[in-house]
């Protein structure tokens, strides 16, 4: 299952505040600040330009600390010269802290993602996922709590648009 976010047609029926929150699950964080994969470039732009503004709570902040150390994760972290502490202060410089959220009525079937989608939920945000158990959530939460649900934020040009 393949979702992608395109920039800016995914806020179409968002009328939140701007700029639009956004949580990204654990593998897009460990691209984004680890493995600089070219696919989360996007991402780090509307970041960067303001477009976005990345929310997470505390245990995101802590899986990220648990799968940091995992025996697979833990040599890559160390291949592209990377530290826990380092990637911790990273997230910890570039998010923006919200309290743990209320879950919804949805339970995702793999529980360790369960606060990405309540916190999607509660902030109306977009919510990136490579995982397919939240991706499964995309029509329910969109319907019930506006929130968008996807796996890559596509940005579109003025030259895509008129191809």
């Known amino acids: 299952m393949k979702i ?3 920039w800016p047609q995914c806020n179409q029926d968002y ?4 700029p639009r929150p956004v949580v990204l699950d ?3 964080v460990l691209d984004l600040l680890v493995f600089d994969d070219p696919l989360v470039q996007p991402i780090r732009e509307l970041l ?4 976005l503004r ?3 709570d505390e245990a995101q902040r802590i899986e990220l600390g648990r799968v940091l150390t995992y025996s697979k994760v833990a ?3 160390a291949f592209y010269a990377k530290t826990v502490e380092g990637v911790l202060a990273a997230f910890d410089a570039a998010v923006q802290y919200a309290p743990a959220a209320p879950k919804v009525r949805f339970t995702c079937t793999d529980p360790d993602d369960q606060h990405f989608l309540d916190l999607a939920a509660q902030h109306r945000a977009l919510l990136i996922s490579k995982d397919k158990a939240v991706l499964k959530q ?3 939460l969109a319907t019930w709590f506006g929130a968008t649900i996807g796996n890559l934020l596509v940005q579109e040009t003025a030259s895509a648009e008129n191809s």
């Open 4 to 6: 992608l976010l395109r």
């Open 15 to 18: 009328d939140g505040p701007r």
């Open 26 to 28: 654990t593998n897009v």
């Open 48 to 51: 960067a330009q303001g477009e």
């Open 54 to 56: 990345w929310i997470a």
């Open 75 to 77: 040599p890559r972290v």
């Open 138 to 140: 995309r029509k329910r």
